[in-house]
C-alpha cells in the first residue's frame, strides 16, 4: 500500500471501506454508552446530595435518521436532540438509533443482543420507556419502485400501490417491531414502547449529500411523474404503514403509536425523507406530548 494517505484511501476495497464505516458507528455508539452512564452516575449523586431533584424520564432509543439526523453539521437536528431540550425536566436519553438503518437489522442478532445488554445493565439505570423509529429504510429508496403500479391513464393514486408486494416487506417491518416489544417483555417489563409513523412525504427528487432521492425516481420509473399524483400516491404509501403500526399497537399492550402523520407542511421538509430542524421540532412535540401522558410531570 502507497505511504501517500490519499492514496492509501483510495486502494481501499468497497469492502475495507464499509468495514471502517461500521467500526465508526460501533465507537460512536459506545460513546454514546459511556456518556449515558456517566450522566446517570451523575443524576443519582444529585438525588443523593438534593431530596427535590426532579426525577427526569431515562429513555432508551433506537432506529434511523428521525432519530439521529447529522445535519446541519454546526447544530444537528432530530426528534431525539429536539425532545431532549424541550423536555422540563431535561430526559436522560440513550439513542443507539444510526441513520441508515432498517429496521430488520436493528432487530438482527447483533444488534438485538446491543439492545438486551443496555436494557439490563445497571450502570444505564432503569429504564422508563422505549423510543423506535424503524422501517422507512427498509421500503424506500431504489426498491420503492417494487410496491408500485405502472401507471394507466384514468388510474388514481391509490390504485398506484401494489398492495399485496407493499404487504410482504410490511410483514417484515412488523416482524421487527413484534420482536422489539418481545425484547421489552422480556427484559424491561416496565417500559411502554413508543413508535411512529413519519409523515407525508414530498417527492421532490432532492436528496441529501450523496444519498437519495429514494422517491421520485421510482415514481417517475412507474410513470407517476406528475407531483400533485406522485405526492398523493407517497401518503397511500404511508397510509398502509399508518395502518400496521396502529394494528401493532392494538395487538400488544403498553405501546404507543404517536401519530406524526400530518404534522408537517411543505416548507417542513429538507428533502424528500427529512423533515427541516423546525420540522423535527414539530414531531418531537408529539412525543413530549404522549410521554407527558404516560408520565405526567416527568417531561
Not at 130 to 144: K, M, R
Not at 246 to 262: P, R, S
Amino acid at each position: 500500500m502507497s505511504d501517500n494517505p490519499v492514496n492509501a484511501v483510495a486502494s481501499l476495497t468497497e469492502a475495507e471501506r464499509t468495514r471502517n464505516y461500521q467500526d465508526q458507528i460501533e465507537q460512536e455508539r459506545a460513546q454514546r454508552i459511556a456518556l449515558h452512564k456517566q450522566a446517570i452516575a451523575a443524576h443519582k449523586f444529585a438525588l443523593a446530595a438534593a431530596t427535590e431533584t426532579l426525577q427526569p424520564l431515562n429513555i432508551f432509543a433506537d432506529g434511523d435518521s428521525w432519530f439521529d439526523y447529522p445535519l446541519p453539521p454546526f447544530g444537528p437536528n432530530d426528534v431525539i436532540v429536539s425532545l431532549t431540550n424541550q423536555g422540563r425536566p431535561q430526559p436522560l436519553i440513550l439513542n443507539l438509533a444510526h441513520h441508515g438503518d432498517e429496521a430488520r437489522d436493528d432487530l438482527g442478532v447483533a444488534q438485538r443482543l446491543r439492545i438486551i445488554q443496555n436494557l439490563t445493565d445497571p450502570e444505564n439505570g432503569t429504564f422508563d420507556a422505549i423510543l423506535f423509529s424503524g422501517g422507512g429504510n427498509d421500503t424506500v429508496g431504489n426498491q420503492f419502485c417494487l410496491w408500485l403500479h405502472d401507471y394507466v391513464y384514468g388510474m388514481t393514486p391509490s390504485q398506484g400501490i401494489n398492495v399485496p408486494r407493499l404487504g410482504s416487506v410490511l410483514g417484515v417491518v412488523r416482524s421487527a417491531y413484534e420482536d422489539l416489544i418481545a425484547v421489552r417483555d422480556k427484559f424491561a417489563r416496565q417500559c411502554p414502547v413508543f413508535f411512529h409513523g413519519y409523515d407525508f412525504a414530498i417527492p421532490t427528487g432532492k436528496g441529501v449529500c450523496s444519498f437519495g432521492p429514494w422517491l421520485k425516481p421510482s415514481l417517475d420509473f412507474r410513470g407517476w411523474n406528475v407531483p400533485d399524483t406522485a405526492t398523493q400516491v407517497v401518503k397511500e404509501f404511508l397510509l398502509q404503514f399508518h395502518n400496521m403500526l396502529t394494528q401493532v399497537a392494538a395487538d400488544n399492550d403498553n405501546v404507543i403509536y404517536v401519530q406524526t402523520q400530518g404534522t408537517l407542511i411543505s416548507s417542513d421538509w429538507d428533502n424528500e425523507l427529512h423533515p427541516t430542524s423546525g420540522g423535527f421540532d414539530k414531531v418531537a412535540v408529539k412525543f413530549r406530548t404522549a410521554l407527558q401522558a404516560k408520565f405526567p410531570g416527568r417531561i
